[in-house]
């Protein structure tokens, strides 16, 4: 990407004009709604959480609502299997892809 292209992004658009676009959200923002999708409880463990239809920011949601395939059996499992073909889980407890004894 160009010098000028890049600074115009990374400097004027990202952090200024898209935010209030609502094109995008600032890196706080980010972070948290990351931890969320780990931490809050209202959130089901294996579900696709995002922002709400037609946008790319606001609270999060369960993409299985406007999504069908998100709730469907058959295409998580596959998913979940092409995921451990490419991060194999192991039983050893010092791996760190373990977290509490469970498999991730």
Do not use: Y
Request: hydrophobic share 40%; net charge positive.
């Amino acid at each position: 990407m160009p010098a000028p292209v890049r600074l115009f992004i990374t400097k004027l658009f990202q952090p200024m004009v898209a935010p209030r676009l609502h094109l995008a959200h600032k890196i706080e923002i980010g972070a948290k709604r990351l931890v969320d999708g780990v931490t809050d409880p209202k959130l089901r463990s294996g579900v696709f959480c995002a922002s709400p239809t037609g946008k790319v920011t606001g609270p999060l949601t369960d993409q299985a609502e406007r999504t069908p395939a998100f709730n469907d059996p058959k295409i998580l499992e596959n998913a979940a299997e092409a995921i451990h073909r490419l991060i194999p889980v192991t039983d050893d407890p010092t791996d760190a892809r373990q977290h509490d004894g469970a498999r991730v």
